[in-house]
């Protein structure tokens, strides 16, 4: 399940650095093709991610990993647009936030 989450981050870090080398600033908009659900099924795990379009500076994400039938992980995202460049920011099992 790390393994997933890690991947995912290094996607979008790898989007954000391809668009900061296309362009001075990258813009949310064009983190279009994030939005939407994802979903994966692996090792006995139902992992899923729902993102919001790019609105008023931010994107607004979600995550769940349900196994057996149960919820074991859960996560709140977003990500936004400040004056110095785009910002992930994550709250694993809603705990305070992390910014990346």
């Known amino acids: 399940m790390r393994v997933c989450r890690v991947a995912a981050l290094m996607v979008l870090a790898s989007a954000v650095l391809t668009l900061t080398a296309q362009e001075s600033a990258p813009r949310i908009t064009d983190l279009n ?10 090792d006995n795990m139902d992992i ?13 994400g979600m995550g769940r990993t349900v196994a057996k039938g149960k919820t074991v992980f ?4 977003r990500i936004e647009a400040r004056t110095d460049g785009l910002y ?6 809603g705990r305070p936030p992390t910014e990346f």
């Open 33 to 42: 093709w994030l939005a939407g659900s994802w979903q994966t099924h692996q």
């Open 48 to 60: 899923e991610e729902h993102w919001t379009l790019p609105v008023g500076g931010t994107m607004i």
């Open 74 to 77: 859960f996560e709140y995202l």
């Open 88 to 93: 992930y920011v994550a709250q694993p099992k």
